[in-house]
């Protein structure tokens, strides 16, 4: 990544509920602000989305950071819950293990990672069971 | 057409009173899963939508959906409402449903 690199850092509060997605609606503010792209903003607005909200529901919260260069936006959204013992499963549109109450507040449709594959240029996802779950997004910030 | 007038061609209750009345009206998007709304939602759609919890306002701010509105005449809790009105989003209530709302929205905005 070459020139300046704007760098953000959030806390994903479980305990909130209000909080959730508050992460990924200020970094949207921040690239908005930058003039970056709608289209490169509403994929990174996603993407990161559904980290927060998985970090939020599955893992009982974590920590986001976020690197604005000129070429890429780089998010990495880290936990230390319950890790995913089956990747290629959980990648899987639709599969979902939230519970019911989850579901009933319009989470765990099972597109979240889906979603991020979708969004992200690249994604990289570090699981552990009962270690955590680290996930990493670029987004490449490409002119005009 | 703007949130303002649409509100008022359908008697709607403006749940967060003046908030966010002045946008414009793209297009109508129904759906209450979260994740299919942040994907497929276009900026200045009407969301139309049963959730009435606070996460509604994210998913609202991150795809710039013009309103919100409940169908049913849903109650929608305070947070909500206040967390919206920080956020400059519209939240509407209407006595129809889905349906209902679809078939007005389409004789006022067409397709
Ligand atoms: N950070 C995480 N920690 C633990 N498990 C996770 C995490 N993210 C995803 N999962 C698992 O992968 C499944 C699929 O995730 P996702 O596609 O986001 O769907 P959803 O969140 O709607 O369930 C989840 O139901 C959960 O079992
Ligand atoms: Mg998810």
């Known amino acids: ?144 | 057409m703007k949130v303002k007038e649409f509100a008022e061609k359908l008697e709607l209750k403006r749940l967060t009173g003046e908030s966010g009345l002045d946008k414009e009206i793209t297009g109508v998007y129904a759906c209450d899963l979260l994740s299919w709304v942040m994907s497929h939602a276009v900026k200045g759609n009407i969301w139309i939508t049963v959730i009435t919890n606070i996460n509604i306002v994210a998913v609202a701010v991150l795809t710039e959906v013009s309103c919100i509105i409940v169908p049913e005449g849903l109650k929608v809790e305070n947070v909500t409402i206040k967390k919206a009105q920080q956020q400059g989003i519209a939240i509407l209530s209407s006595s129809m449903d889905t349906y209902g709302i679809c078939c007005r929205a389409y004789t006022l905005l067409g397709k």
């Open chain 1, 1 to 144: 990544m070459s020139g300046k690199v704007i760098k953000l850092h959030f806390t994903i509060d479980a305990h909130d509920f209000s909080l959730a997605g508050e992460a990924s609606s200020s970094t949207k503010k921040m690239l908005n602000q930058l003039g970056i792209s709608p289209l490169i903003i509403k994929k990174a607005a996603i993407a990161m989305y559904e980290a927060e909200i998985n970090a939020f529901i599955h893992a009982n919260g974590g920590e986001a950071d976020v690197e604005i260069g000129v070429d890429r936006i780089v998010i990495t959204v880290r936990d230390e819950g319950p890790g995913i013992a089956d990747l290629d499963l959980a990648m899987q549109e639709g599969y979902s293990t939230a519970p019911d109450k989850v579901r009933e507040l319009g989470f765990g449709a099972g597109m979240g990672l889906p979603n991020m594959k979708r969004y992200s240029d690249r994604l990289e996802i570090k699981t552990e069971v009962g270690r955590g779950t680290t996930v990493t997004m670029t987004v490449y910030v490409r002119e005009g």
